[in-house]
């Protein structure tokens, strides 16, 4: 079976829009074909001239199904909150795995924010899902001082 080497280099019109997320642009990387499907990779980055409102929308909690997928941060940073872990700030250096089928949504992101995306296999359902409700941090309680009774001193 002959082996195929695939190189992608950076060109004007790389990035382009109409991927998962409106508030992104994505560049393939040229795995998917390269691979048959079996894996994705792109870069994905925010979207040029986007108002603020619009990069702190983020999106809503939602599912891949996938076996793999892990996000690389070379530039900027971003929000995510995942199930059971809460909000968690990546930024330039930082990478996440994240697991097969946890839900999650991105909160927010610089405007500057680019990232590699790898992906198995290379197309794949995303579905809504909500996050649970976290609850409320408790405050933290000041302790409380006693006055000793009349008479009595403190020990």
């Known amino acids: 079976m002959p082996k ?3 190189v992608s280099h950076l060109t004007k019109n790389a990035f382009k829009g109409g991927g ?3 508030f992104f642009e994505y560049r393939d990387l040229g795995i998917h074909g390269a691979t048959k499907g079996g894996f994705g990779a792109h870069v994905i980055r925010a ?3 986007q108002p ?3 990069r702190l929308k983020g999106s809503d909690g939602h599912t891949h199904a996938l076996d793999f997928q ?3 941060v070379l530039k900027g940073w971003v929000r995510f909150e995942y199930e059971g872990l809460g909000a968690v700030k990546l930024k330039a250096g930082s990478c996440v795995y994240q697991p097969p089928g946890i839900r999650h949504r991105e909160i927010e992101h610089s405007p500057d924010v680019e ?3 790898i992906t198995s296999p290379a197309e794949f359902e995303t579905r809504d899902a909500a996050l649970p409700k976290r609850r409320p941090a408790r405050p933290k309680t000041a302790a409380k001082r006693t ?3 009349p008479g009595r001193r403190r020990r």
């Open 4 to 6: 195929k080497v695939v």
């Open 70 to 72: 892990m996000v690389y």
């Open 147 to 149: 006055r000793p009774a």
């Open 115 to 117: 990232m590699i995306e």
């Open 20 to 22: 998962l997320r409106g």
């Open 52 to 54: 603020k409102k619009e």
């Open 47 to 49: 979207a040029k001239g």
